[in-house]
C-alpha cells in the first residue's frame, strides 16, 4: 500500500465533495436530463440535458430550485411530494412545468434520496415528446417514470475509505444495496464485503489491497466481480475507486462508487454491440484528436477535426464545440453505451456513428473514446474519417488486402476488419500497443501494419523476441552493455532500445520477460531513458513499444510471475488477434493466397483448390493457427504435380485418418488414384502426369485394381 498515514478528519472534510463529482461522472450521461438538489429543492448540478429540457445552459440551472419551474398552480403539489418524498426514500411520478422559453411541459421524474447528505437525484423525461410520437411503435405517455428513464438508474453504494481501505463514511444507497446501516459498516475494512465469497481470505485481502494501489497510482479504476449482502445473497457489482489527495499529493483515501451490475454480468456481450463491420483504407483516412474537459464540451479540438467538420478555430475559441450538437439524436444511445463502457473498462470499442458539420451535412465516422481522469472529468476521443472506407484492393476472388499499410493481413472476415480498424485508429498516435492472442494468429503483422501506417513509418522497426534470448542475456539485448559490464564484454554494444530510437520497438512474447528485469523496462518506459548494463550515464530515447504475447498475462499477474504495474503500463491500447478457428471464412482465402504465392515461389503453376480440400481445410480447427495453415498448403504445393492442388488431407481428417490406419495397401492406392483420376476430369493422360507415372503403367495399375472409366 501507499506509504500515507489515514486521516479520516481530512476525508470526512473534502471527501463528499470529491465522492459528489465522482458521482457525477458516472451518473450525468450524455443527453439525459438529471439535476442533483439538495433538501430545499435547490439544484447543486445539472446535466447539459436537464439544461436543454429546461432551457438554460447547465451553468445557469445550477442554484435555481425546482419551483422556479413549476406552474404556478403546481407548486403546492411539489411541497406536498417533497415532504413524502423525503420520507420514502424514492418517488416517482409527473411534474407540471414551464421552462425558461414560457413552454409548458408534462415532466417524469424518478427521485432518489441521499446521493449525499442533503444531496438527491432526478431523473427526468419529457412526457410531452412521448405523446408526440417518439416511439412510433406504442406511446409511453402512460408508463411510469422508472419504465422510461435510462435503466442504468440505480442504487448507488457511495463510500468513503481512508488509506489502509478501511470505510470512513456510509452514504447514498449503501444500506439498501448491501443491507448494513452506516453504524454496521463505518470502521470496518472493506473486505467485509466480500464476506463467505472466499476461503482464502489472504488471498481476498492481497487483492483488494491491490486494486486499491493501482487506484492510487492511476488516480482511479473501475473493476468487477461477486460481492456479498447481509442477508448472505451476493451481487455482481461494479465498483469504480478514485484516489483522494491532499494539496501536496499525499494519498488520504479512497472515493468509490459500487453499482448492481448482476442483470448485465449475465449479459455482458451486449455492451459491446452495435460496433461497426468496416472495411477501412487507414491510409485514406483522418485521424483527429478531440479532448474535452466536460461531457459535452469540446474546447479542445484538432484542427483536422475542424477541417472535417466545416469548423474554425475561432468557433472554439468562444466557448467551445457542444458534442451534442455534433452528434445527430439517433446516435444518443450508442454514445451513452460508450460512456458506460468508458467507465467500466477505461476505454471503449471503436463504433460507427455520424457527425453534423457546420453546414448541417453528415460525414461518417468511426469514434473510440477513453477516459483521462475522473475528477474533473476529462475524456479523449479518435475520430476516423469513413468518408473513403470503400476504397479497397481485391487480389482476385475473395483475396481482401486493405492497402499497402495492411498487406499482408489477407481476408475479409469481421474479426479481422474489427482487429484493422482498431490497429488503423491507434497507428497514428505514439500510444503503447498489447497484442494479444494465440500462437501464429499473425501477431507480428499487426504489429508491422502499426508501424507502417504510424509517423515513424520511415523510421526504424526494431524486434526482439523475448522468448529466444537466454535470461542472463536479455537486458543486454534491451539496453546494452558497457565495455567491461562482464567477463567477456570487450566492446560497448547497442541494445534494442537505442537500435529503435525515434522509430518503433516491437517485443514479442513480452509475457517471457523474467520478473527480475520487469521493473527496468517498466522505468525505460515510464522515464523515457535508461542505462546500459554497466554504465552511468541516462540515455534518452523516443521510442514507440509495442508489445505482443500468446500468454495470459492476467493469470500470471495472480501467479506473481508478471508485475501488475508493467501489464498497465503496456496494455494502453488492446488488440486482439482472433483465433482462425473463430473465422472459417478466411480460410479458403488464406489457402489460394498461400497457394499462389509458393506456386511462384518454386515455378509452378497450381490455379485450383478443389472443392474436397476447400471443405476439408474449412473444417479443420487449425490449432497452430495460420502459420500451421501456411505450413501445410507449401507442403502441398510440393507434392502436388499439376494444375490442382493436392493436399495430404489425411493430417486434417480424422475420418481419412481412421481409414488409413485400418485399409491395406491395395485399398489405399485404389482410393488415391481414383481421386486423382476425378480431379483430372478422367483423363488417364493428365492423372497420369499427377502421379508421375506413364500413361500405360497408369493403365496397366488400373486394371490390376478393376478401375475403369465408369468408377471415376
Known amino acids: 500500500m501507499a506509504s500515507a498515514i489515514p486521516n479520516s478528519t481530512w476525508l470526512l472534510a473534502n471527501g463528499p465533495r470529491q465522492l459528489e ?26 446535466s447539459v440535458g436537464a439544461g436543454k429540457l429546461l432551457g438554460l445552459p447547465r451553468e445557469k440551472l445550477i442554484g435555481r430550485y425546482l419551483d422556479d419551474f413549476a ?34 411541459q408534462e415532466v417524469k421524474y424518478l427521485a432518489k434520496d441521499n446521493v449525499l447528505p442533503v444531496r438527491h437525484l432526478l431523473v427526468l423525461s419529457d412526457k410531452t415528446a412521448d405523446r408526440a410520437g417518439d416511439d412510433p411503435v406504442a406511446s409511453k405517455a402512460n408508463e411510469p417514470a422508472s419504465k422510461v428513464v435510462p435503466p442504468w438508474v440505480q442504487d448507488y453504494a457511495l463510500c468513503l475509505l481512508d488509506a489502509e481501505g478501511t470505510v470512513v463514511a456510509w452514504y447514498g444507497g449503501s444500506e439498501r444495496l448491501y443491507g448494513y446501516t452506516s453504524d454496521e459498516a463505518v470502521g470496518q475494512p472493506s473486505s467485509f464485503l466480500y464476506s463467505g465469497l472466499s476461503s482464502d481470505e489472504d488471498a481476498l485481502r492481497s487483492k483488494l489491497e491491490d486494486s486499491l494501489r493501482r487506484a492510487a497510482a492511476g488516480g482511479h479504476i473501475g473493476a468487477e466481480g461477486w460481492q456479498a449482502r447481509k442477508d448472505g445473497s451476493r451481487f455482481w457489482a461494479n465498483a469504480i475507486t478514485m484516489a483522494l489527495k491532499n494539496d501536496q499529493g499525499e494519498l488520504q483515501g479512497f472515493a468509490r462508487i459500487v453499482r448492481d451490475f448482476t442483470d448485465r454480468h449475465e449479459r455482458d456481450e451486449k455492451l459491446r454491440r452495435s460496433r461497426a463491420k468496416l472495411r477501412l483504407s487507414a491510409a485514406q483516412s483522418t485521424i483527429a484528436g478531440v479532448a474535452s474537459g466536460e461531457f459535452d464540451r469540446v474546447p479542445e479540438v484538432n484542427d483536422t477535426l475542424l477541417e472535417m467538420l466545416g469548423y474554425s478555430r475561432k468557433d472554439v475559441a468562444d466557448g467551445g464545440l457542444n458534442w451534442q450538437d455534433l452528434t445527430p439524436p439517433e446516435y444518443a444511445a450508442q454514445d451513452s453505451l460508450a460512456h458506460e463502457e468508458c467507465l467500466r473498462f477505461g476505454a471503449c470499442s471503436p463504433y460507427q456513428k455520424e457527425m453534423i458539420r457546420k453546414d448541417g451535412n453528415r460525414v461518417p ?3 473510440a473514446t477513453a477516459v483521462l481522469k475522473l475528477s474533473p472529468f476529462r475524456w479523449i476521443t479518435f475520430v476516423q474519417d469513413l468518408r473513403e472506407q470503400d476504397r479497397i484492393e481485391s487480389l482476385d476472388e475473395d483475396v481482401v488486402e486493405v492497402n499497402e499499410g495492411f498487406a499482408e493481413m489477407v481476408g475479409g472476415s469481421a474479426a479481422l476488419r474489427r482487429v484493422i480498424q482498431q490497429a488503423a485508429l491507434v497507428a497514428p498516435t505514439d500510444a503503447t500497443v498489447l497484442i494479444l492472442g494465440e500462437t501464429g494468429t499473425g501477431k507480428e503483422l499487426v504489429a508491422r501494419a502499426i508501424h507502417r501506417m504510424s509517423p515513424r513509418r520511415n523510421l526504424p522497426f526494431i524486434t526482439l523476441n523475448c522468448a529466444a534470448i537466454p535470461t542472463g542475456l536479455l537486458e543486454s539485448e534491451l539496453f546494452g552493455y558497457e565495455r567491461g559490464a562482464f567477463t567477456g564484454a570487450l566492446s560497448q554494444k547497442i541494445g534494442r532500445f537505442e537500435m529503435a530510437n525515434h522509430g518503433t520497438l516491437f517485443l514479442d512474447e513480452v509475457g517471457d520477460i523474467p520478473l527480475d528485469l520487469q521493473p527496468k523496462l ?5 522515464e523515457k531513458s535508461f542505462e546500459r548494463l554497466g554504465g552511468t550515464r541516462t540515455i534518452p530515447i523516443d521510442v514507440r513499444l509495442v508489445a505482443a504475447t500468446n500468454r495470459n498475462l492476467t493469470e500470471m499477474m495472480g501467479n506473481k510471475l508478471f508485475r501488475s504495474d508493467l501489464y498497465y503500463r503496456l496494455k494502453v491500447f488492446p488488440i486482439t488477434t482472433p483465433p482462425l478457428r473463430d473465422r472459417p471464412e478466411d480460410i479458403p482465402v488464406l489457402a489460394r493466397h498461400f497457394t499462389k504465392q509458393y506456386a511462384a515461389r518454386m515455378g509452378r503453376q497450381i490455379d485450383k483448390i478443389p472443392a474436397e480440400t476447400l471443405t476439408a481445410l474449412t473444417n479443420w480447427h487449425w490449432p497452430g493457427n495460420v502459420r500451421e495453415l501456411e505450413n501445410f498448403i507449401e ?16 493430417e486434417i481428417r480424422p475420418d481419412m485418418k481412421q481409414a488409413a490406419s485400418t485399409a491395406t495397401l491395395e485399398q489405399v492406392e485404389r482410393d488415391h488414384i481414383l481421386r486423382v483420376l476425378k480431379e483430372s476430369g478422367g483423363v488417364v493422360t ?3 502426369t499427377r502421379l508421375g507415372l506413364h500413361r500405360t503403367t497408369l493403365n496397366a495399375i488400373m486394371r490390376k485394381l478393376g478401375i475403369s472409366r465408369k468408377d471415376v
Open 21 to 46: 463529482l465522482l458521482f457525477r461522472a458516472i451518473v450525468f450521461q450524455p443527453g439525459v436530463p438529471i439535476l442533483i438538489v439538495d433538501n430545499d429543492r435547490k439544484s447543486r448540478d445539472a
Open 71 to 104: 406552474e404556478p398552480d403546481f407548486k403546492s403539489v411539489i411541497s406536498e411530494r417533497w415532504r413524502e418524498f423525503l420520507k420514502q426514500g424514492q418517488q416517482e411520478g409527473t411534474l407540471k412545468l414551464v421552462n425558461a422559453l414560457g413552454s409548458r
Open 365 to 367: 465516422v468511426l469514434v
Open 522 to 526: 517498466l522505468r525505460a518506459l515510464q
Open 635 to 650: 507442403r502441398s504445393v510440393i507434392v502436388s504435380r499439376g494444375p490442382s492442388l493436392r493436399a495430404p488431407l489425411a
Open 686 to 688: 493428365t492423372a497420369a
